[in-house]
């Protein structure tokens, strides 16, 4: 059993940054693929970006491209979403997950452990 916790959301200023981190216990955590998705009030989930257990390969919904960088620290066991340039429309609670995929995938329900969600707020 996997579990993980978010940390560094918030409320920024459009065009402004925030690094999310997700740390995970319980598991191996080099033998899972990590994502990060987000959820606006009235939306559905939807994907953001994921890693290879290795970090070496990353998937990005394009609204994030050039904005966002997820990255990942095996050594502790955390998986971090850069995000820059903000826009009012990132607003959302942002949850990690840990897949037992062999590639970044962007289908939720590939994902067997979520974190609890931590909310960022992008003021216009």
């Known amino acids: 059993q996997v579990q993980l916790a978010e940390s560094g959301g918030g409320l920024v200023q459009a065009g402004g940054s925030l690094r999310l981190s997700c740390a995970a216990s319980?598991?191996?955590?080099?033998?899972?693929?990590m994502g990060w998705f987000r959820q606006a009030p009235g939306k559905e989930r939807e994907f953001v970006a994921a890693v290879s257990w290795s970090g070496g390969s990353t998937d990005y919904v394009d609204s994030v491209k050039g904005r966002f960088t997820i990255s990942r620290d095996n050594a502790k066991n955390t998986v971090y979403l850069q995000m820059d340039s903000l826009k009012a429309e990132d607003t959302a609670v942002y949850y990690c997950?840990?897949?037992?995929?062999?590639?970044?995938?962007?289908?939720?329900?590939?994902?067997?452990?979520w974190g609890q969600g931590t909310q960022v707020t992008v003021s216009s």
């Open positions: 997950a840990a897949s037992k995929s062999v590639a970044p995938t962007r289908w939720g329900y590939a994902y067997d452990y």
């Open positions: 319980g598991g191996t955590f080099s033998r899972y693929v």
